[in-house]
């Protein structure tokens, strides 16, 4: 969705990303005074908590790293505000709610459905009632601050990951497909694309996110199937299913959901289905500082469960679950995307 956002709005947008451009060359700088104090991936030690505080210890009087954990902050709890501004200033609603009602796609909820505990009153991303802050989340997430702010900072581009990572499928011909965390829509659209004879069928805890993902499938005339539940809970028919897929939502859970939804996937898959999850990088796979960093880096930007997420063994977890055939690991050479794949036993 084109959004032409008014002159106030693409001002401050604009400022968050310059604040996040201009703050990088910091990181080179206090990286530098970590290496002067002897302080690298070899002499860090093995645990994540004591990692922290000797960095932490070495950079006490550093500028550079007082400035940059600054700037971060600042910009982790203003971009979504900055974003909702932006957004109110268009008044876009009625044409929003046209957009909605149009089909062929549509919402489903459940009556009682209750968030588990780990997602209810979580501020993700630090952004004010988390993915639920705003009856626009979906809007003001997945296309402001995706395109606007997220698109332009991030290494890569955010939209072809999402389309890459599909091509490490061993099938081209899926014809039923479930999301789990379709979100606004942007790995729904991969999908969709990518598989365009497939009936898709996606989930998300948010309402707010799903209507952004409705919209996309209306303008577009997919006849998505959307659903309000949590992904390892769906109540749909067993092996109803020959491709269960999910973008980035595995770190937003702690480990037990995750190995509940590994098996919502298996019980959903039919026998010969694949699963392809696609998420951060697990630390077993980064050096010392490199998962340090992350780790930090989560920690500023509102990631409760990044640490226990990026912990864990998920070819482990597929196995537990039934599957074969596991693979986890980076694409193109590369760390990210991360995915884990693997088949249900025919
Ligand atoms: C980072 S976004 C996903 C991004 C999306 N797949 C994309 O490609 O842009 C994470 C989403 O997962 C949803 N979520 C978190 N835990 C979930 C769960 N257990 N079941 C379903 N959705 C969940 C959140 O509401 C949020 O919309």
Redesign the pocket.
Known sequence: MDLNLKQPGRAAMDFMVSLTAAARPLAAAWASELAAAGVTAQTLPDDLDARHERIHQALAHSRAFAVSSLAMDFASVEHGRVATAAFEDLGLEPTLAILEAKGPAAIETREGFVP?DY?RDVW?HRTTGG?DGHPQQGLIH?ELI?RHYVAKNFPGDIFAQ?RRVLAELPRRDYTRIF??????????Q?LAETFPAAHITG????LP?LRQALRTANAHGWPWRLIQ????DSGLPDASFDLVT????LH??PRA?IAK?FAEAFRLLEPGGHMLMSDVTPYAAQDRMAAWRADWLARHGGEPWWRESATTDLAALARDAGFIDVQSRGIDGALYPWITMATKPA
């Open positions: 588990p997602y993700f993915w997945g995706h999402r999301e789990m965390g379709s979100s606004s829509g942007h790995f729904t991969a989930c998300d805890i948010s996110m539940c949590a992904a390892e999910s973008y980035i939502i937003e859970m959901a939804l």
